[in-house]
Structures are given as C-alpha cells and as structure tokens.
C-alpha cells in the first residue's frame, strides 16, 4: 500500500471543503516521488542540471496549459506570495514608470471581497490605521448582492469612483470568489486596463484548474495560482508575469525570477 493511500484524508467519510484545499491528487503524487531525490536546479554539476531539466519541463506544461510562454512562468511558496509580488510590484513599478511625472496616478482599484491576501496587500500600500502606507489610495469596484463586482457600471463612470484612467496605478480583481463561488466577468477590466497602459492583476486561485484560463488572451499583466486548489502539494504557488509587466527588477533574483534570492526549492516541493 502506497503512502498516499494510507494518509487519514483517504478515508471512507465525505470531504466538502475541496474550495479551501483538495486531497492530493495519485498524478500529483506520483509526479513528486519522481524528483524526490533531486538536487539544487541552479547547481552547474550533472544531478542539478538534471533537476533543472525537471524544472523547466514543468515550467513549459504549466506554461502550455495556462496559454503563456514558459518565461512568464514564475514558481513561489504560495498564492498569497504570488498575489503580494504581483500587486507591491506592479504598485511600484507603475508609480516608478511615470517617474513622478503623474502624482496623481496613485489610485488602486480593488473590491471588498476580495481573499485577504489581495485585501491586506492593498491596505499595506495605501494606508491603514496603524501604518501610513506609501501613497497609494484605494478606489473601491462597486459589487451587488450575488457577490459579483460591477464592472461595466464602474468602467461607466456611473458609481461614486469611476474608472479614470488618469488616477490608476492598478486594477486588480479575483477570479472566482473562495467563500461564495460567484465566477467574476473580469474580461471588461483587463481590457480597459490593456488599452489605457494600466497593470491588471487577476487572483486566480480559486479560478485555475476548475475554469479555462487563457493568460494570452485575457491580456493581464499577472496572474496568481496555487497548487493545492487542484490536486496539487501545499506550498506551491504560482504566478504569471507578462514579460512586459512593470514590476521593478529587484522584485526578483536573475535571471530566472525567482522571488527569494536562495536557491530554488527541490523540483518535488514546487
């Protein structure tokens, strides 16, 4: 009997909490038994090289399932550190563009229902009671009773903070809701923020690995995933970064932007 098949989770009782995390799947767990044994991919000796093969072969089926290039593929140590990447830095770089050039440009426009990873990200820079934060300002997106934001009414102008391009630094949006499922029509967002040069960022967390997802087309500059929503090990996260996405580099180690400046993980944990 396998390990996998003597773990507690495998048992004859109901399981209905698959949104918060999902047993592991057989695949999964075959996949990581595969690379358990390998060694630092950014080791220059035969078991690292090897272990980098691993690496990018994963990076390349994400990439071709995902509908990105392999280089936009960016592994990190959860979703919450996917989503924290992408929104400090596309906060930052946007604001760093403009090179001052447009004070007002400090606008982040977010919803209240957002999973807390986007919600404390967003507050750390625009401000709360017990930190300043850097100068940012939040611009609420207006949701109905369904739980689904408004966007086409929000991109008319018509709620109390319409979409002026002249006051946004970032848009971001989740995917599909954790705790209601309520699947958010994010397309109208991603391209208005496409066509004014505004970086839209999508929590896609509960959204990867149960709808279709299409990094290309959407047309968003970053993209956050987790493993463990889809059959997948904890720890494990995942973000897609447009090539052009304005993320300052210090964000990232090079020249395989990675978000810590250690070695990467072993294939098997990613």
Known sequence: MSQLERTPTRCDRLYLDNAATQRLRREAWEAMEQVAGALNPAGQYA??????????????????????????????????????????????????????????????????????????????????????????????????????????????????????????SLITCMWANNETGAIQTIEPLAEFAREQGIPFHTDAVQAVGHVPVDFRSLGAATLAASAHKFGGPTSVGLLLARRDAPIPPTTFTVPDLKPRSCPPPRTGLR
Do not use: C, M, Y
Not at 57 to 75: K, N, Y
Not at 85 to 91: E, T, V
């Open 47 to 168: 078991s690292g090289r090897a272990a980098r093969r691993h690496l990018e072969e994963a990076r390349e089926q994400i990439a071709e399932l995902l509908g990105a290039d392999p280089v936009e593929v960016v592994f990190t140590g959860s979703g919450t550190e996917a989503n924290n990447i992408a929104i400090q830095g596309l906060a930052f770089g946007s604001r760093a563009r403009t090179g001052g050039a447009n004070d007002g440009a400090r606008g982040i426009a977010s919803s209240d229902i957002e999973h807390p990873a986007v919600l404390e990200s967003v507050q750390w820079l625009t401000g709360t009671t017990k930190h300043p934060g850097f100068g940012f300002r939040r611009i609420l997106l207006p949701v109905d009773e369904q739980g689904r934001v408004r966007a086409e009414e929000w991109l008319a102008g018509a709620s109390s903070e319409g979409a002026d391009p002249e006051t946004l």
